[in-house]
């Protein structure tokens, strides 16, 4: 881990972990992106061969919003990344078990043109677009909710509300 974690029993920062031995909750921030062009929805494939949505980890030293514009840069080889709308936070300690909390944007892209050195270098085996009704069934993580959540508010059947885990 990069960086320095807050321990709220102490109230200060350390490396890592507290010199007390107070358990740090360590919770790791990423990104994920939704992009939609003409009916058809980016996704990567990644080095187990599992389908997802672009994105990764925030960097300790930049904003989310940075971090979504860095990653759709990388794997989508984009050179200009709008984001539109931040779409969700999916938080349930099951999600991923490096323990993640992913905020997702919608956002357009300039183009999608990843190098073969880009994706290479996160893991990745391929970029696609696939038809909204066409979308494998089964995407990595819990990007198969996310993307599910998505479809039913662009057709206007899901509010953007709280959602508790597991409901």
């Known amino acids: 881990m990069r960086g320095k974690c807050y321990c709220d029993q102490c109230h200060k920062y350390y490396e890592v972990k507290c010199p007390k031995g107070h358990d740090l909750p360590i919770i790791c921030v990423t990104i994920d992106l939704i992009v939609e062009e003409d009916g058809k929805l ?3 494939k990644r080095e187990d061969g599992s389908w997802a949505l672009p994105g990764g980890f925030v960097d300790y030293d930049e904003t989310i919003e940075e ?4 990653e759709g840069r990388e794997e989508l080889g984009a050179k200009k990344v709008t984001l539109l709308s931040q779409f969700h ?3 349930d300690p099951a999600r991923d078990v490096r323990r993640t909390v992913a905020v997702v944007f919608l956002a357009r892209v300039d183009r999608v043109a990843p190098s073969k050195e880009e994706l290479d270098k996160d893991g990745l085996q391929e970029v696609r677009a696939f038809p909204l009704d066409q979308i494998p069934e089964k995407l990595a993580f819990d990007h198969s909710e996310i993307v599910a959540d998505y479809l039913a508010f ?3 059947l899901l509010p953007l509300r709280v959602r508790r885990a597991g409901k």
């Open 42 to 44: 980016w996704l990567v």
């Open 67 to 70: 971090a979504a514009e860095r």
């Open 89 to 91: 936070t999916y938080g």
């Open 154 to 156: 662009r057709r206007r």
